[in-house]
């Protein structure tokens, strides 16, 4: 290799690595954080903590009796999946620019305007009027899981780039 052509493959890859890091990571970064985030529906927990049982699915509770008899399958269902798992699916990225990503759940998915993901992920007061406080099932959020998830994908990006 000439050194002109040395030069100019250290160009490209300079190249490629700032296109990379400015549009590509972050997008990397939130459809990782999606698939992750998504999962902790399937686990049932956030990271190793499992998530606080639902009285639906409790025997002997006045909560699990009535749903045996009205509703048998809420008896088994996962926790935060309701009928119709419609919080699972309104997690999706809001936008990415300047190096960084949103991801929220959408609240468009629920017919409402309502901090619907939010009350459930930290635990908020939930209902009309007084309400009460809903159990902390956390769903989103930082996680060192998830970085190492995020990091890795990014490196395999980068060694693909390295190798053309």
Same mark, same amino acid.
């Given at each position: 290799?000439?050194?002109?052509?040395?030069?100019?493959? +250290?160009?490209?890859?300079? $190249?490629?690595?700032?296109?990379?890091?400015?549009?590509?990571?972050? #997008?990397?970064?939130?459809?990782?954080?999606?698939?992750?985030?998504?999962? $902790?529906?399937? $686990?049932? %927990?956030?990271?190793?903590?499992?998530?606080?049982?639902? *009285?639906?699915?409790?025997?002997? #509770?006045?909560?699990? *009796?009535? %749903?045996?008899?009205?509703?048998?399958?809420? =008896?088994?269902?996962?926790?935060?999946? /309701?009928? =119709?798992?419609?919080?699972?699916?309104? +997690?999706?990225?809001?936008?990415?620019?300047?190096?960084?990503?949103?991801?929220? =759940?959408?609240?468009?998915?629920? /017919?409402?305007? @309502?901090?619907? /993901?939010?009350?459930? $992920? @930290?635990?908020?007061?939930?209902? *009309?009027?007084?309400?009460?406080?809903?159990?902390?099932?956390?769903?989103?959020?930082?996680?060192?899981?998830?970085?190492?998830? +995020?990091?890795? @994908?990014?490196?395999?990006?980068?060694?693909? +780039?390295?190798?053309?």
């Amino acid at each position: 290799m000439s050194p002109q052509q040395f030069a100019s493959e +250290i160009q490209r890859l300079e $190249n490629e690595f700032r296109e990379l890091f400015a549009n590509y990571a972050p #997008t990397i970064a939130g459809k990782t954080a999606v698939s992750y985030f998504k999962k $902790n529906f399937q $686990n049932e %927990a956030w990271g190793r903590v499992s998530w606080k049982e639902v *009285r639906r699915r409790t025997p002997g #509770t006045k909560a699990n *009796r009535y %749903a045996a008899k009205h509703h048998p399958a809420r =008896t088994s269902r996962k926790i935060l999946t /309701g009928d =119709t798992g419609d919080l699972a699916r309104s +997690i999706e990225i809001k936008s990415v620019s300047n190096g960084q990503v949103v991801i929220w =759940t959408a609240p468009n998915a629920f /017919g409402s305007k @309502e901090p619907y /993901g939010r009350v459930h $992920n @930290e635990g908020l007061r939930s209902g *009309r009027g007084k309400g009460f406080i809903m159990p902390k099932r956390q769903f989103m959020g930082p996680s060192d899981e998830l970085n190492k998830l +995020i990091i890795s @994908e990014i490196e395999r990006k980068l060694k693909q +780039i390295a190798q053309r």
